[in-house]
């Protein structure tokens, strides 16, 4: 079955706006109100669903419960997810700081930078330096990690963590990183999403 990253993404979205629904008191959906919810359209919500065997029914919908546990099942997300962080900077902090990881059983097991000032092996999510980052993915077995130094340092960064074991990467270093078939990199750059929404409103403006 071939599935693309913007379907996944679609059913992420879905299982977000199942939670709110379902911190609202709902217990059915029907596939418009998922469309809806993330701009999307009912046919799309469907189709996505019959990749992986999920329907609902046409007249009772869909159990938020039920579909909820399928997602999750699907995700793997009844199981923890470890992850490292590169980079304790400005995002890097902010990243290890968020809240609801923990409510998606998200761990960030520990943090690497350059800086020996932020080195704290005392501290709930232990700052290590550099040297230790691929000792420390191969004894744990880690697969995921995020990425946030300056884009000068983003490939090194990754090359090390590829040979030592990650699969997966989010990177929010602002540069495309060179990768092997078997690594996934999902590039988030921040810069270029504010830069889009501010050409926009200045488009939005000279309408006006």
Known sequence: MKTTKNCITRLYQYREALYRMKTSGCQKVFSNDLAEAIGAN?????????????????????????????LDT??????????????VGNIGRALMNYESFAREL????????????????????????????????????????????????AQQV???MSAAGIRGV???SPVSLKTPEDVFVNNVNVQLEIDIVHYFV????KKE
Do not use: W
């Not at 699907?74 to 962080?85: E, H, P, T």
């Open 170 to 172: 989010v990177n929010f």
């Open 106 to 153: 998200i761990l960030i097991e520990a943090a690497f930078d350059i800086d020996p000032m932020k080195y704290d092996r005392e501290a709930l999510i232990p700052v290590l330096p550099m040297e230790e980052l691929q000792d420390y993915i191969t004894h744990n077995k880690i697969k995921m990690a995020i990425i946030a130094v300056p884009y000068f340092a």
């Open 42 to 70: 009912s046919s799309q919500v469907r189709k996505d669903f019959s990749l992986f065997g999920i329907s609902g029914n046409k007249r009772g919908g869909y159990g938020i419960h039920e579909l909820m546990d399928q």
């Open 158 to 160: 990754f090359d090390l």
């Open 74 to 87: 699907l995700f793997n997300k009844n199981q923890m997810r470890k992850i490292i962080v590169v980079g």
């Open 202 to 205: 200045n488009a939005l403006d």
